[in-house]
């Protein structure tokens, strides 16, 4: 018996040291599904745990504001013990962007054409930019380790995969503009428009490595039909790109005993046939009840069905 203690321990110390570290848990799905409340309900879950925790939205249309009763901005703002919040939006990445790469790219352009500082700005509206930015506006607050963890609350699903490819899709996009750049750039400048290309492919690459080795997936659904192919292609993108996916959520089942009609009862048996779908697309699936509201009371009991085998 001692041996087989000895056995299971040292299996167990393996496997954690082998285990990556997750410090970002992002909340996906579609729009409507409750990802913010689940965010918010998760965020206070480990904060009463002690843990320095931050939750974000990158939402064009956040709800952490009304959750927690505080107008929240691209500001950390302290929510309560251990928890802080912020919402981000997409106006604030582009301003970062323009602080960050601004006068380096309007040196450049003015060393090869007369041009207004305006030029700037519209490269700053370049598809893929915003996605980009924001990536590194949310690995720059995690390897600032102010936070042991970080809850994303998501925009809709659509959003959310356009953001997980643009990485790659970036890289591609520089190493074109590498060759058009060579045919028209003829003058030296301060830094060069090839310096310029090389950090941001630079930037794209650490951004993949994060997300494959500090962020994992909890997808959020509601029992509908739609959900059940909505929740597979979700669960495919984010294998596709080597993210780890740690649980799907059901959000919103009626439970059978708080049925007052016909009506209800038939809607929870229908809900229950996509429950048990899709429980068959992931081996970690947690139930959550409807709730007539939304109150910190309730949000802690969200926080115990998500962690109750934990």
Same mark, same amino acid.
């Given at each position: 018996?001692?041996?087989?203690?000895?056995?299971?321990?040292?299996?167990?110390?393996?496997?954690?040291?082998?285990?990556?570290?997750?410090?970002?848990?992002?909340?996906?799905? %579609?729009?409507?599904?409750? %990802?913010?409340?689940?965010?918010?309900? !998760?965020?206070?879950?480990?904060?009463?745990? #002690? +843990?320095?925790? &931050?939750?974000?939205?990158?939402?064009? *249309?956040?709800?952490?504001?009304?959750?927690?009763?505080?107008?929240?901005?691209?500001? !950390?703002?302290?929510?309560?013990?251990?928890?802080?919040?912020?919402?981000?939006?997409?106006?604030?990445?582009?301003?970062?962007?323009?602080? %960050?790469?601004?006068?380096?790219?309007?040196?450049?352009?003015?060393?090869?054409?007369?041009?207004?500082?305006?030029?700037?700005?519209?490269?700053?509206?370049?598809? #893929?930019?915003?996605?980009?930015?924001?990536?590194?506006?949310?690995?720059? !607050?995690?390897?600032?380790?102010?936070?042991?963890?970080?809850?994303?609350?998501?925009?809709?699903? #659509?959003?959310?995969?356009?953001?997980?490819?643009?990485?790659?899709?970036?890289?591609?996009? &520089?190493?074109?503009?590498?060759?058009?750049?060579?045919?028209?750039?003829?003058?030296?400048? *301060?830094?060069?428009?090839?310096?310029?290309?090389?950090?941001? +492919?630079?930037?794209?690459?650490?951004? !993949?490595?994060?997300?494959?080795?500090?962020?994992?997936?909890?997808?959020?659904?509601?029992?509908?039909?739609?959900?059940?192919?909505?929740?597979?292609?979700?669960? #495919?993108?984010?294998?596709?790109?080597?993210?780890?996916?740690?649980?799907?959520?059901?959000?919103?089942?009626?439970?059978?005993?708080?049925?007052?009609? %016909?009506?209800?009862?038939?809607?929870?048996?229908?809900?229950?046939?996509?429950?048990?779908?899709?429980?068959?697309?992931?081996?970690?699936? *947690?139930?959550?009840?409807?709730?007539?509201?939304?109150?910190?009371?309730? &949000?802690?009991?969200?926080?115990?069905?998500?962690?109750?085998?934990?």
């Amino acid at each position: 018996m001692f041996f087989i203690k000895i056995l299971l321990l040292r299996k167990i110390y393996k496997i954690k040291m082998t285990q990556p570290n997750y410090n970002v848990l992002m909340l996906s799905g %579609k729009g409507g599904v409750g %990802k913010s409340t689940i965010s918010a309900a !998760i965020a206070l879950h480990f904060a009463s745990k #002690g +843990k320095k925790t &931050l939750v974000l939205s990158t939402d064009p *249309a956040p709800s952490l504001s009304s959750i927690f009763g505080m107008n929240l901005s691209d500001k !950390i703002s302290k929510l309560k013990e251990n928890l802080y919040g912020t919402e981000i939006s997409g106006d604030e990445i582009i301003n970062r962007w323009n602080e %960050k790469f601004g006068n380096e790219i309007y040196a450049v352009m003015r060393a090869f054409a007369d041009v207004d500082y305006s030029i700037v700005e519209y490269i700053g509206t370049a598809p #893929g930019i915003e996605e980009e930015f924001m990536l590194d506006h949310i690995m720059e !607050i995690v390897k600032s380790k102010k936070f042991d963890i970080v809850i994303w609350d998501t925009a809709p699903m #659509g959003n959310t995969l356009k953001l997980l490819s643009m990485p790659s899709k970036f890289i591609t996009h &520089l190493n074109f503009a590498t060759k058009v750049y060579t045919k028209f750039y003829k003058r030296n400048s *301060a830094k060069s428009i090839y310096e310029i290309i090389d950090e941001w +492919k630079v930037l794209s690459e650490q951004i !993949i490595k994060f997300l494959k080795e500090e962020v994992c997936l909890m997808a959020v659904c509601i029992p509908e039909n739609l959900a059940v192919y909505q929740t597979e292609k979700l669960l #495919g993108e984010f294998k596709e790109h080597n993210i780890m996916i740690q649980k799907i959520i059901i959000n919103n089942v009626i439970q059978k005993d708080v049925c007052d009609s %016909k009506f209800m009862l038939k809607k929870a048996e229908i809900q229950r046939q996509y429950v048990e779908k899709i429980k068959n697309l992931h081996k970690d699936v *947690a139930e959550i009840p409807l709730f007539e509201e939304i109150t910190e009371e309730n &949000l802690i009991k969200i926080s115990k069905e998500i962690f109750k085998d934990k």
